[in-house]
């Protein structure tokens, strides 16, 4: 039986440990070595890696910095920021002249769209009052039953201002021009009588078409403009003589043309 | 010179003495450690381990048995290195100065006891190398594991299964010599 010391033994024994070093000048340099090592990494050259160490940091640091604050500006620029972040990069980049989209501005901007939108309902349905295009005659029955529906807001006054004015017959349908314009004012149904009746004009439409406007009682009330604006048709000139009565009422202040225009 | 060795730092600032102490007390053994793994050129590989130490020697700190410790784990990368090289290179050797191993095994592993060589040349190269860490060169069970990167439970697992069969080979070629005589 081998022992674990006769092993250890033999395996010592066994070991060739002759070195010939292949240069003579070997344990002559390993000095040489050692030294130029430690001189390598000390002093001088260790205070130079550190600063280019510090120096290396700053220029990173500065570096990321800029690198996030172009990406800021440009995501900033497509607007696409959260609003407060978007309004603090608007705010600060505004004080050397450059415009980025502003959250609060645009607000401002679509309020003041929607608005205008809303403003111009009436000038958009207002458009139609001058146009020249009537409807169809066929049209007017259901045009007078909303001209029902367009009737003045106040009835009696409508009914005071008829027996104000002589010209004006106390009920529809007396045929006349004049009667059928001032019924158009007061009533519809004078109206689509008068188109009935044959005395077609832009006039006419200009008077009947407001009135599908039927929500809109002073736009009604402009089918009795003065003729400015509905040149000198014979409808025109029966609501001129159809104004004086509206307008010299005093119960209808802000009807008429003057709202309209 | 302390118990006639230097201090670290002796060799640190590159003192002569303190490197012909080096030059003596590691040379025959990382030359012999080499040559047991069977290295082609013991002496190149010995050479090349010396002058890396004192080229890298500034970044040691540590103790004579750490120092110790890393010199033979340098030495084990360079060998573990050149037997690779070899295994991809194969050279064909014209000078047979050293005797060889039998059964065709060409490294010079056991020099002066063949049947010590053959019973090398049955290990693998790992055990080869603890055996020689641990018995020859007389490291300890944590500085093998940390050359050979492997736990130290491992290491000694693998050391004892190495040295049991290491001794079972020579108990029987002991048995065949005595049946042949």
Redesign the interface.
């Known amino acids: 039986?081998?022992s674990?010391r006769q092993?250890?033994k033999?395996?010592?024994?066994?070991?060739?440990?002759?070195?010939?070093?292949?240069?003579s000048t070997?344990?002559?340099?390993?000095?040489?070595?050692?030294?130029?090592?430690?001189g390598?990494?000390s002093s001088a050259s260790r205070l130079g890696r550190r600063i280019a160490a510090v120096v290396g940091s700053f220029g990173l640091v500065g570096w990321l910095t800029v690198g996030s604050a172009g990406a800021l500006m440009t995501v900033a620029a497509t607007g696409s920021l959260p609003d407060p972040i978007q309004q603090f990069v608007a705010d600060v980049v505004h004080i050397v002249g450059i415009d980025l989209p502003d959250p609060a501005q645009q607000r401002r901007e679509d309020e003041q769209h929607r608005a205008g939108v809303s403003n111009s309902i009436p000038a958009v349905s207002s458009g139609p009052l001058t146009g020249p295009v009537a409807p169809p005659v066929g049209t007017f029955g259901s045009g007078s039953t909303d001209l029902k529906g367009a009737q003045a807001p106040d009835p009696e006054t409508a009914i005071r201002m008829s027996a104000d004015d002589p010209t004006i017959p106390s009920s529809p349908g007396d045929g006349s021009a004049v009667d059928s314009t001032t019924t158009t004012t007061q009533a519809v149904p004078a109206a689509s009588t008068n188109t009935i009746s044959g005395e077609h004009s832009p006039e006419t439409t200009a008077t009947t078409r407001p009135t599908t406007t039927t929500t809109r009682p002073p736009t009604t009330t402009t089918t009795r403009p003065d003729g400015g604006d509905h040149e000198g048709g014979h409808g025109a000139e029966s609501v001129d003589r159809g104004a004086p009565a509206g307008t010299s009422d005093p119960s209808r202040p802000a009807i008429g043309p003057v709202a309209n225009r | 010179l302390r118990g006639g060795r230097p201090s670290i730092s002796a060799l640190k600032e590159g003192e002569p003495d303190a490197w012909v102490w080096f030059f003596e007390e590691f040379s025959g053994q990382i030359a012999g450690y080499a040559r047991r793994m069977g290295v082609s050129d013991p002496d190149d590989v010995t050479g090349t381990v010396l002058e890396t130490v004192a080229r890298i020697m500034d970044n040691f700190s540590g103790t004579h048995s750490q120092f110790r410790s890393w010199v033979f784990s340098i030495a084990h990368s360079r060998i573990v290195d050149d037997l690779r090289r070899k295994s991809r290179r194969p050279q064909v050797e014209f000078d047979d100065s050293h005797d060889r191993g039998v059964d065709g095994f060409d490294g010079v592993i056991g020099s002066g006891d063949p049947d010590l060589a053959v019973a090398l040349a049955q290990l693998t190269e790992e055990q080869r190398s603890m055996l020689h860490l641990r018995y020859v060169l007389g490291l300890s069970m944590k500085e093998i594991a940390l050359i050979s990167g492997k736990s130290e439970v491992a290491t000694r697992v693998a050391l004892h299964r190495c040295a049991k069969r290491l001794r079972e080979m020579l108990e029987r070629s002991g048995r065949d010599q005595a049946v042949d005589r």
């Open positions: 039986v081998i674990k092993m250890r033999r395996l010592r024994q066994s070991t060739d440990t002759s070195f010939s070093a292949k240069s070997l344990h002559e340099r390993l000095p040489a070595l050692a030294r130029a090592s430690s390598a990494s």
